[in-house]
Nanobody, 119 residues
Framework: QVQLVESGGGLVQTGGSLTLSCIVS????????MGWYRQAPGQPRVLVAT???????DYADSVKGRFTISKDNAKKTVNLQMNSLKPEDTSVYYC?????????????WGQGTQVTVSS
């Protein structure tokens, strides 16, 4: 059973920093893509950043220059370094990973970790 477990959320003041971490367990196969999404109350879940098996990264425009995604294939972990945090970054952050299996993409999500940025 594949599981994604996030850690590192919390409360921080505007301009502060947090690092989110996610560990993948239950499989020996490294994911194709790993990443982070976020969802604020009443809003859809949206992409924050992703990183591919080839280390190609993609960021939401709202976090470019402030957030950095990284991964460790051997440990099957993905991290999100968040700097210069703003109140609008307040959300539940979800770890994401996907694999290709039998011609299909299978994705998994973590349970979410709350990030709150106070003004």
């Amino acid at each position: 059973q594949v599981q994604l477990v996030e850690s590192g959320g919390g409360l921080v003041q505007t301009g502060g920093s947090l690092t989110l971490s996610c560990i993948v367990s239950g499989t020996r196969v490294s994911p194709n893509t790993m990443g982070w999404y976020r969802q604020a109350p009443g809003q859809p879940r949206v992409l924050v950043a992703t990183i591919s098996s080839g280390d190609n990264t993609d960021y939401a425009d709202s976090v470019k220059g402030r957030f950095t995604i990284s991964k460790d294939n051997a440990k099957k972990t993905v991290n999100l370094q968040m700097n210069s945090l703003k109140p609008e970054d307040t959300s539940v952050y979800y770890c994401y990973a996907d694999w290709s299996a039998f011609g299909k993409v299978v994705n998994y999500w973590g349970q979410g970790t709350q990030v709150t940025v106070s003004s």
